[in-house]
Structure formats: structure tokens, C-alpha cells
């Protein structure tokens, strides 16, 4: 099966430098490159080695053209290169959820699925962007299920707590990846989108079949957590007793004095490590899922 990886985010954003690296560390063979022409930057081919296939699509944007070109060319990239992996880059000024929907559209006969969504934020323009930008800048990351941070190594901590509290206003419920790319493996945030964008889609289902929306429920924990509580919590989680369950995230106390983080996914369970309290101002942690019962999911954290 052919599996579609799909490269978003603003103008600049720096979605470029990121395929860039997907090929620098994995190799172009088998890859399909869809670009958008609209965009204002394009691959650099001697980086590249010409050895990558790229298609473009030769006007305006992949949400204008989702009956014209664009599925033309994904269906005859799948036909013609027989390639496993097809990388699409859609421009900076396109909507995600139409760019999402074109590619499901397009995706009927290739033997083709769509394995991860990323949308690439630059941390050094989201503060005044968020502003700027408009409603598609600020659509583009309310929108996302995966946030790659750009630059946010070369961002003061002071910005850095602004850009975290303008995702969090907009989009609450997307994981955030703010490690620097010089230490970054691209497999690695493949990986991590494409195990939340199957989350994120067993989520649409769920609302489509018993009718609740997805939301997002944060608290403040005042429960100390230890060992026992914490080997219980995913038994609990995946119980039913508190609504379906699709992602927690966050901080709280552990009884050894320290805070910990700690997350919780379908499929990959409970994780908690020890955190560096510098960087955390208080408590906190976010459930998201369907059919959610927060007095519950209040007295599992909130109560000892």
C-alpha cells in the first residue's frame, strides 16, 4: 500500500527544508514528490540529487484544483512510479481541511492511504503571524493533528512561553513536536504524526457513529500520583467509565516530591517520566476524546 505523507503550514513555515530532510535521511528511492507551484519556495534539486519524482501542481492551490489536477496527478503518480511513499506539499496558502479532503477524494483506486498529516509551524513568526496572518494562518493550526515546530531553538524563552500559550488557545488538542531539527530524526516525527493522525481519524468515526464532538478537558490535578495509582490508570482510562478516551496529556505531583509528565494514547498505553519543574509553572493536564464525563475524570485527578 502506498502510504501519503502530507506536508502543511504557513508561508515560510519551512516545509520545504523539512522534505528536504525526510530525503537527506532517508533517500528519495520509492518517493514521490507532489508540490504545489503556488508556493513560494521549491525544492532544491542538486540537494535532492535529482533522484527524487516530483510533480507540480501548475495552478493556484491543491483546495482549488481537488477536482482537477491534483487528483490527476496523485492517481498517476500511484499508477505510473508505482512509488511507496508519496510526500504531498501543498502551498502555504492553502486551507488543511480542504488539502485533507482532496487527497481522501483522490485516493479512490491508487491502493493509496493517507498515513500522516504534519502541519509545520515556524516558532520565530507565530507570534506576529498570529496577528498578520489572518484567519487562514490561525485555521491552519486550529486545524492541525500534528504541530512540528520550526526554529524554536533560536526563539527566547519568553517567546517561546507566548507561542505555547497561542497553541494552546487555538488548538488544544494536537501533540507538539519543539525539538530542534539538528537533533531531530524525520522518521521519528513520521512516525509519531501517523499514530496520532490514526487516532484523530478512529475519533471522527466515533463522533460520526454515537454523535458527540470531540472535545478537549483540562484540569488543574490536585491528586499527588504514585506508583499503584499510575499502574492502574490505563485500566481505568480504557474502562468506558469516563468517556472514550483518546489522548491525556500533561503535568502533575508525584509522591516523591517531583512533577512528572505524563501521556496516554489507544494502543500505547500509560507513559510518565520525571520532568524538569523550571519549565513548568503549575499542574495541568488535558484529556481529549467523545462522550467525556468530566465530574469523573475530575475525581480521577482532581480528588485523592
Known amino acids: 500500500m502506498i502510504k501519503i505523507d502530507i506536508i502543511?503550514?504557513?508561508?515560510?513555515?519551512?516545509?520545504?527544508?523539512?522534505?528536504?530532510k525526510i530525503i537527506r535521511e532517508e533517500g528519495a528511492k520509492g518517493t514521490v514528490l507532489i508540490e504545489n507551484e503556488f508556493g513560494e519556495i521549491h525544492v532544491d534539486a542538486a540537494l535532492l540529487g535529482g533522484k527524487l519524482r516530483i510533480?507540480?501542481?501548475?495552478?493556484?492551490?491543491?483546495?482549488?484544483?481537488?477536482q482537477g489536477d491534483f487528483i490527476a496527478g496523485l492517481q498517476r503518480a500511484a499508477a505510473e512510479y508505482r512509488p511507496e511513499r508519496i510526500l504531498v506539499e501543498p502551498s502555504g496558502a492553502a486551507s488543511l481541511p480542504e488539502v485533507y479532503s482532496a487527497c481522501g477524494r483522490a485516493l479512490a483506486g491508487t491502493g493509496a492511504c493517507i498515513r500522516s498529516v504534519i502541519t509545520i509551524v515556524s516558532?520565530?513568526?507565530?507570534?506576529?503571524?498570529?496577528?498578520?496572518?489572518?484567519?487562514?494562518?490561525?485555521?491552519q493550526i486550529a486545524d492541525a493533528s500534528y504541530i512540528l515546530m520550526s526554529g524554536a531553538e533560536n526563539v527566547k524563552e519568553e517567546d517561546l512561553r507566548e507561542c505555547r500559550a497561542i497553541?494552546?488557545?487555538?488548538?488544544?488538542?494536537?501533540?507538539?513536536?519543539?525539538?530542534?531539527?539538528?537533533?531531530l530524526r524525520a522518521?521519528?516525527?513520521?512516525?509519531?504524526?501517523?499514530?496520532?493522525?490514526?487516532?484523530?481519524?478512529?475519533?471522527?468515526?466515533?463522533?460520526?457513529?454515537?454523535?458527540?464532538?470531540?472535545?478537549?478537558?483540562?484540569f488543574t490535578p490536585d491528586r499527588t500520583a504514585d506508583d499503584p495509582w499510575l499502574d492502574g490508570l490505563c485500566a481505568a482510562l480504557e474502562s468506558g467509565s469516563y468517556g472514550r478516551i483518546l489522548?491525556?496529556?500533561?503535568?502533575?505531583?508525584?509522591?516523591?516530591?517531583?512533577?512528572?509528565?505524563?501521556e496516554y494514547a489507544p494502543g500505547r498505553g500509560v507513559r510518565w517520566d520525571y520532568a524538569d519543574t523550571q519549565t513548568i509553572a503549575a499542574p495541568k493536564l488535558c484529556v481529549i476524546g467523545t462522550g467525556l464525563d468530566r465530574q469523573r475524570l475530575a475525581a480521577l485527578f482532581c480528588r485523592e
Open 8 to 20: 502543511s503550514g504557513f508561508l515560510g513555515a519551512g516545509k520545504t527544508t523539512f522534505i528536504n
Open 55 to 66: 510533480m507540480e501542481i501548475s495552478a493556484g492551490c491543491l483546495c482549488c484544483t481537488l
Open 123 to 139: 516558532a520565530e513568526a507565530l507570534p506576529a503571524l498570529y496577528d498578520a496572518g489572518g484567519a487562514l494562518y490561525r485555521s
Open 167 to 183: 497553541l494552546a488557545k487555538l488548538n488544544p488538542v494536537a501533540p507538539v513536536c519543539w525539538e530542534g531539527w539538528g537533533g
Open 187 to 218: 522518521a521519528d516525527v513520521l512516525d509519531e504524526a501517523a499514530e496520532y493522525h490514526g487516532i484523530l481519524a478512529a475519533a471522527r468515526k466515533a463522533r460520526l457513529r454515537v454523535g458527540n464532538r470531540l472535545c478537549a478537558v483540562n
Open 247 to 262: 489522548r491525556v496529556k500533561g503535568f502533575m505531583g508525584h509522591q516523591v516530591g517531583k512533577t512528572i509528565i505524563l
